[in-house]
């Protein structure tokens, strides 16, 4: 009956091994995720080989192995985003797995070739890689208020303004002597100053006529005068 107990421990130790709980590694996409993995290093006689590879440690080596070391250095790797970042003559072997991809989610087994049966140390972890959150930012929107003293505000004011004709400097000086009431008495007589001055050199040019015509009467009345004294 005991040999049989042995038989059966022996086989399922040869079969399962000595493996660790998974642990649980989260991550983001397009970041750096470390898995950590370590073993005991006293002396130099310690350092030993390991392997990385997807899914659970098997009986021995890694399935689907992504990257090896002989201890000092990394001899094997299948994709340059798998590196080992730790000091590995202090038995750091933590994976790091560059630019993270949703694909890099699932087991990975840490697995640290030591010396004797079933000596193996192995380790499974479990990684899960999610999608980097997209914040939506709310729209803002910026007020802008005239104030007028401290914390408290009034409605801004609109000032509306005219702009007038030019006129000359007597056209000026008549607007100015007469007072205005209202807005269209101001635009009445504004007008009225504007017709005057288009008026008044047509004016001027008919009384020139008149004077003309007058000297000329005067000149023929005097030839007439003087041929009949002749």
């Not at 989260?26 to 080989?49: A, H, L, M």
């Amino acid at each position: 009956m005991l040999s049989c107990f042995c038989m059966n421990w022996i086989v399922l130790m040869l079969f399962t091994g000595l493996t660790a709980s998974a642990s649980l590694v989260k991550g983001k996409v397009g970041q750096d995720v470390t898995v950590p993995c370590f073993y005991r290093v006293e002396t130099t006689q310690d350092i030993t080989s390991m392997c990385w590879g997807r899914g659970s440690c098997p009986v021995s080596k890694c399935y689907q192995t992504i990257i090896w070391t002989d201890g000092h250095m990394v001899t094997e790797r299948s994709s340059s985003r798998y590196r080992l970042k730790g000091n590995l003559a202090m038995g750091d072997v933590s994976l790091t797995i560059v630019n993270a991809e949703e694909a890099d989610s699932g087991i990975y087994c840490c697995r640290v070739e030591i010396s004797g049966w079933f000596n193996d140390q192995r380790s499974d972890h479990k990684v899960v890689i999610e999608k980097a959150s997209i914040s939506t930012a709310s729209p803002h929107t910026y007020t802008s208020e005239q104030t007028t003293a401290r914390g408290s505000t009034s409605e801004s004011s609109f000032t509306v303004t005219r702009t007038w004709p030019a006129v000359s400097a007597s056209e000026a000086s008549l607007t100015a002597s007469v007072p205005c009431s209202t807005t269209s008495d101001c635009l009445d007589v504004t007008a009225n100053v504007q017709n005057v001055s288009v008026s008044l050199p047509s004016q001027q040019y008919s009384e020139h006529g008149l004077y003309i015509g007058i000297g000329l009467c005067a000149v023929l009345l005097a030839v007439l005068s003087l041929v009949l004294f002749l």
